[in-house]
């Protein structure tokens, strides 16, 4: 395969911006092709059948861009869709999701005893994270819950005091009582990183896979020949199912070099 192949990047929003962000920090020489799903999201709220639908018209679409890598940048869909996808892709390219390379940072830590995890519904009820970490750790207690209106109040930009409030209500919630350390089980939440650590004082230990995927993407491309050590800085693309200048902005906070957004229709 061609090493000069983009780097394929999906979620329903902004989110997966969190996570192409830090893919581009750590790789600056390979091109992203960025899809959000704007006229679908939030996804946490769909059932499992429709995720997986996006999902595979999304990935469908990045492999005829050419992608030699997708990351699933979205929890919900790397919860629900991850089987359906690595059979997609299967020897098409490499498949990344956004929960294995936190599972691993957390089993490898020894000093985690009781964590909390917060996501979508569809992440949560699926229970990805309790079972993985179960199935390495049985010592850790994972304790979940869900924060349905997180990736919508980061999406629409809602006032900051409203977002503190609600996030101090969903925080304050009895399963989450004790825990000392709280995965972001959602790719929106970084963005909100600050009103988390102001309910915790700064007293809590995050995991954000914002931190893990980058070295990561570069671990997998190296070990496949595909890595672009150097170069010029390639200009990334980005689309959307539906035109908003919301994302656009929200784009541009993230990758402020004048970047193109388009829509494109692929659910048709
Ligand atoms: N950012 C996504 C996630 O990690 C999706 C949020 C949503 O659209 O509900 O789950």
Redesign the pocket.
Known sequence: MNPNRPIGIF???V??LTVAHAISKSLPNEKIIYFGDTQH??????SPNKIIYYSEKITHFLLTKGCKAIVI???????TALKQLTDQTDKKCILIN?IDPLINAIIDNPSIKRIGVI??R??ISANTYEKKIKAKRQDISVSSLAT?LL??LI?EDADESYQQKVVDAYLSNEKLKNIDALIL?????PLITQLILNYYNNKIILFNVSKYIGPLMKEKLKKENLLIENGKINKHDFYVSDYTTNFQEKTKLFFPSAIILKEENIFS
């Open positions: 979620d329903s929003g989110g997966g999201l939030p996804y946490g709220n769909k940048a979205c929890n919900s869909a790397s919860s956004v996501g979508t569809a992440t349905p990736a919508s999406e089980g959602c790719t929106h939440y």
